[in-house]
């Protein structure tokens, strides 16, 4: 496609004033007109004709097929013609709302001397998903300024958008080592935890406690008795997966980065030989995987929290924990990711948790609301932000209350910053472990 520039078209509309002039002064020199029109169409043609010409063009887009909610990744466009390319082009890509707002990336490409036109451009999904390339459009002006040309390219591609892995492979192998948790060879944890591992000569700074004072008196030395944390524990990792979970946090809904979460502590706890599973649930049961306990059972776990979808619902507790307890016959560790916002609709939840904790393990694991927390914070320059200030505060004493009610019952309540969440939930998870109270 090849149409003119505006400045094509302010040349032609400033050549008519000139033209009615001359007209007054000079009849004779009507053809001033026409000639005018005659000079920049004469010219348009030129510049249609001259440099690269749209239908030789080609365009290859290079991108990954399958990446993580929030992870950056790269789209790489390479736009080439045997008869040579401009030395800049402006590019717009019709994406999915996923990849971009509105759903339209525009930027520019450059060429190198001799080289064709390229330019990589940024990008990270918000949600999880097929998200589609569509189409995209090159546009370039010719050599005199006067046309654009310009070419339509159909991509027809998508990329797939799972939960993130990064955290699990970042930060999963980062708490590894922090805590010597593997080397060489597997290690057994000692020192803490319920199940006894073997006497040893007391050392200071061990739990006075933990002395034998049979051993010690046959043996004539001060023994202590040496612990390591459990294993085999049955661990649930459960993910609410309705309407408020759906709310975007720092960019990225809750539940992509409860899914996050979730998957690095089950990762975690492959490592330290517990049994993971998966259950999630919006206003029924959704998904419970089997038990897993072999890290080569990880991408089933994987599988299974890339089909949590994002329902506009609210979520039924009493149902979804009523039918998880159903399905334990043993005491197990509940972590379960959700978010409530007021006393009033956290009620039920509260009573179906009541239940839970009486064999169960119950941690509950939600994020701050920081944006509530700065607007009860901000200085009120108006009586709408006072009004606002006092809504904030009033939505976290609520939020407060249902914290304190479910500590009351005996379940542990974990809130956390969004970007902290992965990392809290392990030092939880570990903490729990070392106190062998499953």
């Known amino acids: 496609m090849i149409y003119p520039t505006r400045r094509a078209i302010l040349l032609l509309l400033?050549?008519?004033?000139?033209?009615?002039?001359?007209?007054?002064?000079?009849?004779?020199?009507?053809?001033?007109?026409?000639?005018?029109?005659?000079?920049?169409?004469?010219?348009?043609?030129?510049?249609?004709?001259?440099?690269?010409?749209?239908?030789?063009?080609?365009?290859?887009?290079?991108?990954?097929?399958?990446?993580?909610?929030?992870?950056?990744?790269?789209?790489?466009?390479?736009?080439?013609?045997?008869?040579?390319?401009?030395?800049?082009?402006?590019?717009?890509?019709?994406?999915?709302?996923?990849?971009?707002?509105?759903?339209?990336?525009?930027?520019?490409?450059?060429?190198?001397?001799?080289?064709?036109?390229?330019?990589?451009?940024?990008?990270?999904?918000?949600?999880?998903?097929?998200?589609?390339?569509?189409?995209?459009?090159?546009?370039?002006?010719?050599?005199?300024?006067?046309?654009?040309?310009?070419?339509?390219?159909?991509?027809?591609?998508?990329?797939?958008?799972?939960?993130?892995?990064?955290?699990?492979?970042?930060?999963?192998?980062?708490?590894?080592?922090?805590?010597?948790?593997?080397?060489?060879?597997?290690?057994?944890?000692?020192?803490?935890?319920?199940?006894?591992?073997?006497?040893?000569?007391?050392?200071?700074?061990?739990?006075?406690?933990?002395?034998?004072?049979?051993?010690?008196?046959?043996h004539v030395k001060l023994l202590a008795k040496e612990y390591r944390v459990e294993r085999d524990n049955r661990v649930v990792l459960a993910i609410d997966g309705g309407r408020t979970m759906a709310e975007p946090v720092g960019g990225m809904p809750r539940v992509d980065r409860a899914v996050s979460a979730a998957l690095l502590l089950a990762y975690v706890g492959l490592k330290m030989n517990d049994r993971i599973s998966l259950f999630s649930f919006a206003a029924k049961p959704q998904a419970m995987t089997p038990a897993y306990m072999h890290t080569q059972d990880f991408p089933a776990l994987q599988r299974a929290a890339s089909l949590i979808d994002y329902a506009p619902v609210e979520s039924n507790f009493t149902l979804a924990l009523t039918t998880l307890s159903a399905q334990l016959n043993r005491r197990s560790l509940i972590i379960l990711f959700t978010e409530f916002t007021d006393a009033t609709s956290a009620d039920l939840m509260i009573r179906a948790a009541g239940r839970l904790v009486r064999k169960h393990r119950l941690l509950f694991v939600v994020l701050k609301d920081e944006e509530l927390e700065s607007e009860e914070k901000r200085r009120p320059e108006s009586a709408a932000d006072v009004t606002r200030s006092n809504v904030a505060a009033a939505m976290l004493r609520d939020r407060q209350l249902v914290i304190a009610r479910l500590q009351r019952l005996g379940a542990d309540v974990l809130e956390v910053p969004a970007d902290a969440m992965a990392g809290g939930v392990i030092d939880a998870y570990l903490g729990i472990k070392r106190e062998g109270s499953l």
């Open 14 to 218: 400033a050549g008519a004033p000139a033209a009615l002039l001359l007209g007054l002064i000079r009849p004779e020199l009507w053809l001033f007109a026409p000639g005018w029109i005659a000079f920049l169409v004469a010219c348009l043609l030129i510049d249609a004709l001259a440099g690269a010409h749209p239908r030789h063009l080609t365009l290859d887009a290079k991108y990954p097929h399958q990446v993580g909610v929030g992870d950056p990744f790269d789209l790489k466009l390479t736009a080439t013609s045997p008869r040579g390319v401009p030395r800049r082009a402006e590019v717009a890509l019709a994406v999915d709302e996923r990849l971009s707002i509105g759903g339209r990336i525009t930027d520019e490409m450059r060429a190198a001397e001799g080289g064709p036109l390229t330019r990589i451009v940024p990008l990270s999904a918000s949600r999880r998903g097929k998200a589609s390339i569509d189409t995209a459009w090159i546009r370039w002006r010719g050599p005199l300024g006067l046309v654009w040309k310009q070419r339509k390219f159909a991509l027809d591609g998508s990329i797939a958008v799972l939960p993130s892995l990064r955290a699990v492979t970042e930060e999963g192998s980062r708490l590894f080592q922090r805590n010597s948790w593997f080397g060489l060879r597997q290690q057994r944890i000692r020192g803490e935890g319920a199940e006894y591992e073997a006497l040893a000569e007391y050392q200071p700074g061990m739990d006075r406690r933990a002395i034998d004072w049979n051993a010690t008196a046959r």
